[in-house]
């Protein structure tokens, strides 16, 4: 069971992460982004990361996609158009990512990993056992978080200001 | 708290490994071969989020919450990237009518 849920939601991902290359309108590449992260919620809850999964679904395929699909309405659906200019970069981009690719799949042929060892799956991943690690071990990184959260939020707010607003 | 298995114990981590890697594949070729500054802010979101697909596969092989935990932050950090990003775009689409981004080469010199 849990291996057919797999399969599907790799093949919902893998689907997904096509449709985000190759569909010429940003609007469509957005909703293949939305796919693409509902099946890798699935697969995070297939990992026993709950906590991880609500985040992804809350954040991910909500929030940022929300302002994904603002700024497109913002800036009007523009159709992309290929020019005939640097056509060899396509080509050399294959190259690159074939060697990639390759690179990668020589390192996984090293690791050997197979199932883990059965573990207390009442614990691991809960958000009870997140929230313990956030707040005793990784407190401090957890703070500077939120001021790299300001500090995101203030920039926004400055760049995206109307002409003349600046007084 | 009741125990919650969804069967996952069954699957092999080197799986979501290549998935992580198939998907982080497809990310690069979007970067790559794209031409739109939004679609290629899309693609970067794909590679983030198959790291994460790593980040947190490597924590159920180890048993170590401290993968998801890193997960978590390198979302925070995507959401963040995210926002930024968006907002330069839209500062930039407002002055200039730009459809590719190799119309933006200003800082080649």
């Known amino acids: 069971m849990a291996i057919a849920i797999f399969f599907v939601a790799a093949a919902l991902a893998v689907a997904g992460g096509i449709g985000v290359i190759t569909f010429r309108q940003p609007i469509r590449s957005v909703l293949s982004l939305v796919v693409v992260m509902i099946a890798l ?16 679904v809350i954040v991910y395929a909500g929030a940022v996609m929300v302002l994904f699909l603002f700024v497109i309405a913002l800036l009007g659906p523009a159709k992309e158009i290929a020019k005939g200019r640097l056509r060899f970069q396509t080509w050399l981009s294959a190259l690159f990512v074939l ?4 690179l990668i799949w020589a390192m996984l042929q090293g690791v050997q990993y ?26 401090y990184p957890f703070e500077l978080t939120s001021i790299l959260l300001l500090v995101a939020a203030i920039g926004a707010i400055y760049l995206s200001r109307r002409e003349g607003d600046d007084r | 708290m009741s125990t919650f298995d969804a069967g996952g114990s069954q699957l092999d ?19 790559l071969i794209r031409r739109n500054p939004l679609v290629i802010l899309i693609c970067i979101e794909l590679m983030l989020n198959a790291a994460n697909l790593t980040l947190v ?6 048993q170590n919450l401290e993968g998801q935990l890193f997960a978590l932050m390198s979302m925070t950090v995507a959401a963040a990237e995210a926002v930024v990003g968006l907002a330069i775009l839209v500062d930039i689409f407002r002055h200039r009518d730009v459809e590719d981004v190799d119309d933006l080469s200003e800082l080649k010199g």
């Open chain 1, 41 to 56: 919620s699935i697969l995070f809850l297939l990992l026993s990361a709950q906590f991880i999964f609500v985040a992804q």
């Open chain 1, 99 to 102: 060697a990639l690719f390759g």
């Open chain 1, 114 to 139: 197979r199932q883990p060892e059965q573990t207390d799956l009442s614990t691991f991943g809960t958000v009870q056992s997140i929230g313990i690690g956030l707040f005793t071990k990784y407190l």
């Open chain 2, 13 to 31: 981590t080197s799986w979501f490994l290549l998935l992580a890697a198939v998907l982080f594949i497809l990310g690069t070729i979007g970067v």
């Open chain 2, 57 to 62: 596969a490597f924590s159920r092989q180890l």
